[in-house]
Each structure stands twice: as structure tokens, then as C-alpha cells.
């Protein structure tokens, strides 16, 4: 039987290849990860977002134990399976009426998964609604190639590293994946997906967490890393990341740098 998930959630995940709402946690639980987010912020005078890429978990051990958090990864199994790797973390943020927005695109272009069948969590710090800009899918896109063409824009708005945009999408059935704070929507990496600006006076904050099936394997670079969160690894593909001692952990600091190094070398060598 599935842990967390209906049955109809499950159906849902693998008709529109996305699920939400998810409960993760209380207001008040996530209340403290927001002001442990603010704190971080705060310390090194930038947006987290632009510092912490591909694994922003790594370097800090509360987001590590968010990235394991039992319900959440309860979800994931009832997708995936009882074998579980987390390979990725990043935030995605917009401050109050912020015309910054995400592009039309696919995780899986650039991704290098393969099979491309990883799938991603993303935790709300604070209400993501519409007017906030929340996340918005094609229902069904998962189920079509796992590489479209992206035009990379480079727009200075554009939360993507390479402002990669999927053309002329067919937005007559986009559905609006709403999230409030402490909650969680799934995604498949294959899903086309987007985001709006911020038109709210407040901030709109996520967490988005990348998992996989330990059979899955990274192709564009060797020494991929990852840790298992649930069950086994009986397939080796990846290496371990390794584990936080304390916030800014200078291993973790530098296992980060190294990993977005070789996903930026890897996606300039696409092109």
C-alpha cells in the first residue's frame, strides 16, 4: 500500500506527470526552516539561490535532514520505488513583486539523467499561489521526448542558468501547481514547466529537492555524487556526497563547487 499518497495521487503523478498538494509539515515547523533561510541570507549578503547551486543542501546540515524528511521520501517511494538517491537540491525565489520568472522547459534537457526518470519535490517556505508565482505544468509533457529544443535566452529575469526556453507551448490546458507553506508538489523531470513573476507583496520561496531510482546514472560527467535516502544502492553509480559537520561546511562547501563546475562544463559542452 502506498505510504502518503492516494492511489488518485498516484493516477494523477502518472497521467499529468505532477502531484499537489502535498502536506510536509505545520506552518510553525516550516516557519523555522523559513527563518533558518532568512538567517543564511542574511550571513552572506546574497540571494541563496544564486550561491548554492545543483546542491544547495550540501554545505548545511538542516537542509540535508529536510532533503530526508521521512514523509517526504514516503512520497517518492510510492513513486519510484523502495531504492532512493537524492542527487540534487536548489532554491527558487522570487521577492515581493519580483519580475523575475522560469521559462518553459524540461529538467531532463539538461539533466543527463539516464533513464531520464528523476523527480523532483518542491517544498514551499511560504505560500506559493498564483499571484506569487508558483509553478505551473503541461499536463502530460512527461510522457513525450525527454529532450525538446530550448532556445537559451540568457534573460536577465529568467531564474535558469542558460534562460532555456521551450517555444510555442500549448498553454490552453496548463494547470497551476499551488503549493502553501509546508506543503510540497512532485514533478517528473520530463514534465515542461514554468513559473510566473511575483505580483504579491511577499516573498515567495522553494525548496526543490532531485531524487531517482539508484539504477539511474549521470552521462555527461564521471564521478557523480549522491546519497541514498531510502533502501539500497545495489548499482554503484554514484558516489556518496558527503555529510555536513556544520552550516558552511568547508568539504561540503567545496564538493558543491566541484559538482556545479562539472554540470556547467557538461551543459556548455551540449552546445
Not at 524528511?69 to 531504492?83: N, Q, S, Y
Not at 521559462?103 to 533513464?115: A, I, K, N, R, V
Not at 518542491?122 to 503541461?138: D, K, Y
Not at 521526448?145 to 531564474?159: F, G, M
Amino acid at each position: 500500500m502506498p505510504k502518503v499518497l492516494t492511489a488518485k495521487e498516484i493516477d494523477r503523478y502518472h497521467r499529468d506527470g505532477a502531484v499537489a498538494p502535498v502536506t510536509l509539515m505545520s506552518r510553525a515547523e516550516i516557519a523555522e526552516y523559513k527563518r533558518k533561510f532568512d538567517a543564511l541570507e542574511a550571513t552572506i549578503g546574497a540571494e541563496a539561490q544564486s550561491r548554492y547551486r545543483i546542491k544547495a543542501h550540501l554545505p548545511f546540515p538542516w537542509l540535508t535532514e529536510l532533503t530526508r524528511h521521512p514523509r517526504m521520501i514516503d512520497a517518492v517511494e510510492d513513486l519510484i520505488g523502495p531504492d532512493v538517491i537524492c542527487w540534487g537540491s536548489s532554491f527558487f525565489t522570487k521577492k515581493p513583486r519580483d519580475a523575475r520568472f522560469v521559462s518553459w522547459h524540461q529538467d531532463s534537457t539538461y539533466y543527463g539523467l539516464e533513464p531520464p526518470e528523476s523527480i523532483t519535490c518542491w517544498i514551499a517556505f511560504t505560500n506559493a499561489r498564483m499571484e506569487t508565482g508558483c509553478m505551473r505544468i503541461v499536463p502530460g509533457s512527461h510522457k513525450g521526448p525527454a529532450i525538446l529544443p530550448h532556445v537559451e535566452t540568457y534573460d536577465k529575469n529568467n531564474l535558469l542558468a542558460r534562460g532555456q526556453t521551450i517555444q510555442d507551448v500549448d498553454e490552453s490546458k496548463l494547470v497551476y501547481l499551488e503549493v502553501d507553506a509546508g506543503e510540497f508538489s512532485i514533478h517528473h523531470n520530463k514534465t515542461i514547466h514554468s513559473s510566473q513573476p511575483n505580483h504579491a507583496d511577499t516573498p515567495r520561496i522553494g525548496f526543490a529537492v532531485h531524487f531517482a531510482a539508484p539504477h539511474v546514472r549521470q552521462t555527461q560527467f564521471k564521478g557523480a555524487t549522491a546519497a541514498v535516502v531510502r533502501g539500497k544502492d545495489r548499482f554503484w553509480h554514484w558516489q556518496a556526497d558527503p555529510e555536513p559537520a556544520k552550516d558552511f561546511d568547508p568539504v561540503c562547501l567545496a564538493a558543491l563547487d566541484e559538482a556545479w563546475q562539472r554540470y556547467r562544463t557538461a551543459m556548455k559542452a551540449q552546445h
